[in-house]
């Protein structure tokens, strides 16, 4: 059996299993990528592109993770960029009722774990250029009430985002993030079908309706790929959600 056809780009992506992380590797393959999704759950879709492969792995698992990006490699030669959208929900509670170890585990997961595949992905590189993008959060502009876990977190990965893209420019990485503003996802959708109401958020947002996980990939893609001269940015996709005072 041959050695399989390489992309002219490979990209991992975390979390890309549903939600905007799918709609990112659906962009990526429409673009002619060669996808690796590192992921806790398995895909939505049984369809599976032959661009495409699935590792389930946690992503604080450094070893893990070391061990993914290197069959990564193998299947599909040099990784020129990772785009990391997994992540899960803070508790929305006050900071005095916060469990610490459900706090820690959302710190970790975001935090660490994209400090862990990004170095792994970096250290892999040997003097190739690759780019980065990470996700961060609306929540990391400003302080907000019931957000000391998650909000946080997203807070730490925007500054992660423009430290990293000070210590790597020199190396040819790009690391630049994007802050999701309320997404029409597959969980919001069941929100909404619990009974959420939407209609504060439509009316503080300037475009008045949620992004789509599509229009959100599109974001993405676009600093991953196109933007080749911007690094150490964080690009709110909100509909204009935080350029409207509290």
Known sequence: M???EIAQEHIIVTGGASGIGASVVEDLTGRGALVTVLDLQQAVSEERPATVDYMRVDVTD?????????RARQRGGQVTGLVTCHGIRGSFLPALDL????????LDVHVLG???VSREVVR????????IVTVSSTTAFGGWEKQSDYGVAKAAVRQLTENLAIEWAPLGVRVNSVAPGHTLTPMVQEMIDGGYDPGAVFART?????????????????????????????????????????
């Open 114 to 116: 994209t400090l862990a």
């Open 62 to 70: 450094e070893p893990a993770v070391q061990t993914a990006v290197a």
């Open 124 to 131: 892999g590189l040997e003097g190739a250029p690759a780019s």
């Open 99 to 106: 469990d610490f170890a459900r706090t820690r585990n959302v």
């Open 2 to 4: 041959g050695q399989p």
């Open 206 to 246: 300037p475009l008045g309706r949620f992004a789509t996980p599509g229009e959100m990939a599109a974001s993405i893609v676009f600093l991953l790929l196109d933007a080749t001269f911007v690094t150490g940015q964080c690009l709110a996709v909100d509909g204009g959600w935080t350029v409207v005072g509290k």
